[in-house]
Nanobody, 128 residues
Framework: VQLVESGGGLVQAGGSLRLSCAAS????????IGWFRQAPGKEREGLAC????????LYKDSVNGRFTISRDNVNNTVHLQLNSLKPEDTAVYYC??????????????????????WGQGTRVTVSS
């Protein structure tokens, strides 16, 4: 199993970025994939998750409306569109694989312990 993030970079406040998570080594449609971030000195926090079979989504309340998760089932890639970025969005962004695929989104809380097979991360820096 391999998850590889890309798309990070330096952007001004108010700008946008599109992150990608390329997945391989497993049956793509069987698993949800989540996006997380970790800012310096802070714990890793969940942002959004999307299921494999029907593309249902779950968002952390604080990013709902600014961030959008989507899934490209042809290319086995999950995207996270980041809009209206703020300096406090500066962090390393990670994607990871759902550890409990038999449980639907109603049972998930976007906690890091619910996911595994983390990618190496992609850094997002938002300047003021």
């Amino acid at each position: 199993v391999q998850l590889v993030e890309s798309g990070g970079g330096l952007v001004q406040a108010g700008g946008s970025l599109r992150l990608s998570c390329a997945a391989s080594g497993f049956t793509y449609s069987d698993y949800a994939i989540g996006w997380f971030r970790q800012a310096p000195g802070k714990e890793r926090e969940g942002l959004a998750c999307i299921t494999g079979r029907d593309g249902s989504t779950l968002y952390k309340d604080s990013v709902n409306g600014r961030f959008t998760i989507s899934r490209d089932n042809v290319n086995n890639t999950v995207h996270l569109q980041l809009n209206s970025l703020k300096p406090e969005d500066t962090a390393v962004y990670y994607c990871a694989l759902d550890s409990f695929p038999l449980y639907g989104l109603g049972y998930k809380n976007l906690l890091p312990e619910e996911f595994h097979h983390w990618g190496q991360g992609t850094r997002v820096t938002v300047s003021s």
